[in-house]
């Protein structure tokens, strides 16, 4: 079971015309509702600078295939002096009631050309060991905006524990048990303690959306492809369970992704996983960009319309591509691989 490309890709590629999104439009977010028949993308943006500043832009489609940019500007960006100072990156959307909820991976400081220097972000040369650790280090940490229309924004706070580098956190759609419910990669837990000696996936429960404290080990690296492992897209609730993709980053440096389903009633059961991956990359989009160890197709959205799975990722950590299958193809293919 592969997940088949648009034929059109890239979907999306950096724009010229707008400085802050020149050189990089990746890791896309996304959300369809079918009441308005469309598809909303929120997109991670940078120019050519030097700091590397990562901004949000916003596109839409009325059919999941075609998008067309909503603005010449970016809709959502990095805050003037907070937690979130540097930069904000890879937005995952959900949607509750009548507003939209993105948690996205942001830092101090912009991270500079990372792609340059062995993939590590920079930090503020010559810190005073006295400043707390996520300033130090410049770690990444994770932030919840709000909005109703992507025009107004309660930029909400930080999500996550100040002393963990803690990224590739999804919300669930839904309170389950009551209690809200999202899916996290903390950098540093791992060890005897933690049960993994790779990051590895985590799944949280909270009556808030700013404050979690129940974790439990989700998953870890288990196949031969697989080295350290992060979740992509927010869930989808199906009959046989809630349905996510996920990314594996293997010893050869390339990002691929595979699927889990958990239980509906208890998501911190994970019942099902592909044993081989279903996207890798292997277009020049793909692997020519700003990620230059291997490749990486990198989805942070996925969305159903009619029977057809859109999953929309980055590419090299430049590109925007489309990947389709039908629904049921990969829910029967999940449903051979139980855990």
């Not at 993709?245 to 509906?264: Q, S, W």
């Amino acid at each position: 079971m592969k997940l088949i490309r648009y034929k059109n890709n890239p979907i999306l590629s950096p724009n010229p015309k707008n400085s802050w999104e020149s050189f990089v439009t990746t890791n896309p977010g996304a959300w369809y509702d079918p009441d308005e028949g469309q598809v909303k993308m929120l997109y991670r943006a940078a120019g050519e600078d030097e700091e590397h500043v990562i901004r949000f832009g916003l596109a839409v489609s009325q059919n999941g295939y075609d998008f067309q940019r909503v603005s010449d500007r970016p809709v959502f960006g990095p805050s003037a002096d907070g937690f979130d100072a540097g930069c904000v990156e890879d937005p995952r959307i959900v949607k509750m009631g009548s507003y939209y909820y993105i948690t996205y991976a942001a830092r101090f400081y912009p991270p500079g050309k990372y792609w340059l220097v062995a993939g590590k972000p920079q930090k503020w040369k010559n810190s005073p060991s006295e400043f707390p650790y996520a300033v130090r280090e410049n770690a990444t940490a994770t932030g919840l905006a709000i909005t109703r229309d992507f025009k107004t924004w309660i930029r909400a706070g930080r999500m996550t524990h100040p002393l963990v580098d803690d990224r590739d956190v999804i919300l669930f759609p839904e309170k389950i048990g009551g209690k809200f419910v999202m899916l996290h990669r903390p950098m540093d837990w791992t060890g005897p303690q933690y049960g993994t000696t790779d990051p590895a996936m985590w799944i949280s429960f909270s009556e808030d959306l700013l404050v979690w404290s129940e974790s439990t080990l989700l998953a870890k690296a288990e196949y031969d492809w697989e080295y350290k492992i992060g979740g992509n897209t927010p869930p989808i609730r199906t009959r046989h369970g809630w349905l996510t993709l996920y990314h594996a980053v293997g010893e050869d440096r390339y990002y691929r992704l595979g699927a889990f389903l958990l239980d509906l009633n208890d998501p911190s059961k994970l019942t099902h996983r592909t044993r081989d991956w279903i996207l890798q990359p292997e277009e020049p989009f793909e692997t020519q960009g700003c990620y230059d160890g291997g490749g990486v197709v990198f989805p942070c959205g996925k969305v159903v319309i009619k029977d057809t799975l859109f999953v929309y990722y980055g590419a090299a950590d430049k590109y925007i591509g489309l990947a389709t299958c039908k629904l049921n193809d990969l829910l029967d293919y999940l449903l051979k691989c139980p855990v």
